[in-house]
């Protein structure tokens, strides 16, 4: 069996992982990323795509308003490219106890959070589908983020400097040498190939996941609580600003324009299985009414598709002894040498996406205390590949370059205007015969159609590229369709039935797909 040693080992490639590895590596340190699937399909890759500015928080968490705020700016800069600069409004409705907004704009003034209310009249000359009933509007710097974008751009970061970054390689053991953890041993889940990893510092990062990392370290009380939420994504954008609702955060209460689409979300329900994507229909339709209040007509209009995520909501046993105060939607970072006397091993979990990168910083100044060697941090200014001219990304990009090459390159995935050049630059990038890796890369099959008239395209580039057997293309193609009909049955109604109903003949009818093998 094979061993790789390296300076820092961090298991868990969602945002928070990415982070650390990035960060690690900037610092000089020698990196292994692993993750049990592909970077950033767990929570991270399922979360509702908000770059929090802190308004959310403002009046319930002031901690967390301000972490976000700052960070929120950072990310701005360091991660432009990531991030569209949608704007975010705060509105009361006629569902919305009207006193709240008083404090919200006390809330925002108290924790930083840059806000100015504006005429409602405004508003809706931005936003003509914004509920005209509406009586107060604040605007805040929300924004969206592309997180696949996001945490490759890290990991790709990272590989520039060294860092092996190991998606589908799961931790299955954690290695002790009496009282240090001294690595971990890891299964490629495509090859079955087992490798052995020696550290000089493990870091688990595998956010809901985290307590049975910790468990496999022999290491008790860190209870990761999951708090599964689900979302849901309407075909096109019927708001192009980051809309709350004026209220003390609940279920349904944001819509949140990314890509090309807009997304609902979303509830929160404690499950026992960080691995429960339960959709239940009340929770659907509930969210739809939801929309309702915020946008007029929200339920006639075609949603595409539910997901979950789960929270890594953190409940520390032994909250006694640490610094760490039961701050549920804060994160956490566990120094076990100091909490348990395991040398060597720093668990981070809980917060959210938008302040991955204060987590990270935190997670690697642990690292550099365990090592007793102190190197800072440069990621407040540093900016992620693609990023350098500190430009956002905008919502026409994919059109403009298209129009540029109007003739000579393909249209391979007309909703998401994927062109055959970047689908194959990204095939050869990625080197997976698994087609939804690449959707994540480039939002393959994202769109209103759901892969219906791309994919088998799409399967013929990739079968043609990888000289793939056509068993294996075949597979491929299997896979993708079932993965995105998971997300599609919840939500089968209207426009939506008639495209399912659509693809089905395409690749039933036509295609025969159920007798390839
Ligand atoms: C419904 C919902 C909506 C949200 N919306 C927002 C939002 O709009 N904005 C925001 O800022 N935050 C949001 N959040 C919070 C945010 O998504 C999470 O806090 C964040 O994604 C956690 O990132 P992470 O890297 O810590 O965890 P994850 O992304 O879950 O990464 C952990 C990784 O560990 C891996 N792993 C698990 N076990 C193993 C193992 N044995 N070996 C190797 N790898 C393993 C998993 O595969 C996973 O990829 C939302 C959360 C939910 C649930």
Redesign the pocket.
């Known amino acids: 069996m094979a061993t790789l040693s390296t300076d820092v080992l961090v ?7 990415a982070g650390v590895a990035w960060d690690s590596a900037l610092r000089g340190f020698d990196v292994i990323l ?4 592909d970077l ?13 500015s802190g308004g959310r928080y403002a009046v319930k968490d002031p901690k967390a308003a301000v972490e976000c705020i700052e960070e929120n700016r950072i990310l701005r800069s360091v991660a432009a490219d990531c991030i569209e600069d949608t704007g975010g409004f705060f509105v009361t409705t006629p569902w919305d106890d009207p006193a709240y907004a008083d404090r919200f704009a006390e809330g925002c003034k108290a924790t930083g959070v840059d806000c100015e209310e504006i005429d409602v009249a405004q508003a809706l000359r931005e936003e003509p589908r914004l509920n005209p009933d509406v009586s107060r509007v604040f605007r805040v710097p929300d924004a969206n983020i592309d997180i696949w974008k996001t945490v490759w751009s890290m990991a790709r970061g990272a590989q520039s400097r060294g860092a092996r970054i190991l998606p589908y ?3 299955v053991a954690i290695h002790r040498d009496g009282d240090d953890v001294t690595g971990a041993h890891v299964r490629d889940d495509r090859t079955g190939q087992e490798l052995d990893i020696e550290a000089r510092v493990t870091v688990n ?5 985290a307590g ?2 910790a468990d496999m370290a022999g290491i008790e009380g860190v209870r990761v609580l999951p ?1 599964r ?1 689900i ?1 849901i994504a309407m075909n096109h954008r019927l708001v192009n600003t980051v809309v709350n609702r004026c209220q003390m955060p609940t279920d349904g209460d944001i819509i ?1 324009p990314i890509r090309t689409v807009s997304v609902i ?2 509830t929160d329900e404690h499950t026992d299985d960080p691995d429960d994507h339960t959709v239940i229909e009340s929770e659907v339709d509930a969210m739809l009414d939801d929309g309702e209040k915020l946008v007029p007509g929200f339920r006639h209009q075609r949603a595409l598709r539910v997901w ?5 909501l953190f409940e520390d046993a032994k909250a006694d002894n640490t610094e760490t105060r039961d701050v549920t939607r804060a994160h956490a970072l566990l120094d076990h040498a100091q909490r348990d006397g395991v040398k060597r091993f720093v668990t981070i ?1 809980g ?4 302040t ?1 990168r204060l987590m990270a910083e935190e997670t690697v100044d642990a690292v550099c205390k365990q090592l007793g060697e102190p190197r800072p941090c440069t990621t407040r200014t540093e900016p992620l590949p693609g990023s350098e001219e500190r430009r956002h990304y905008r919502i026409g990009d994919r059109l403009e370059a298209k129009e540029e090459r109007l003739t000579d390159d393909q249209l391979i995935c007309e909703c998401e205007l994927i062109r055959r050049s970047t689908l194959e630059e990204t095939m050869r990038r990625r080197a997976s015969t698994n087609l939804d890796d690449i959707r994540r890369q480039v939002r393959l099959g994202m769109g209103p159609c759901q892969g219906g008239f791309c994919i088998y395209r799409a399967t013929g580039i990739l079968h043609g590229l990888d000289g793939l057997s056509a068993e294996e293309a075949n597979g491929a193609l299997l896979g993708f369709l079932q993965e995105r009909w998971k997300g599609v049955w919840p939500v089968l109604y209207g426009d939506q039935l008639r495209q399912a109903r659509l693809d089905d003949w395409i690749f039933q009818g036509v295609l025969g797909v159920e007798h390839l093998r």
């Open positions: 298991i868990g490639g969602g945002a928070t992982g692993v993750d049990r699937l950033a399909e767990g929570t991270s890759g399922r979360f509702h795509g908000l770059l929090h390689h799961a931790a990062a595998a956010g809901a996941w049975q990392i708090g939420g979302m949140v979300g979303t979950t995520g789960v929270r890594p979990t917060g959210k996406v938008t991955f």
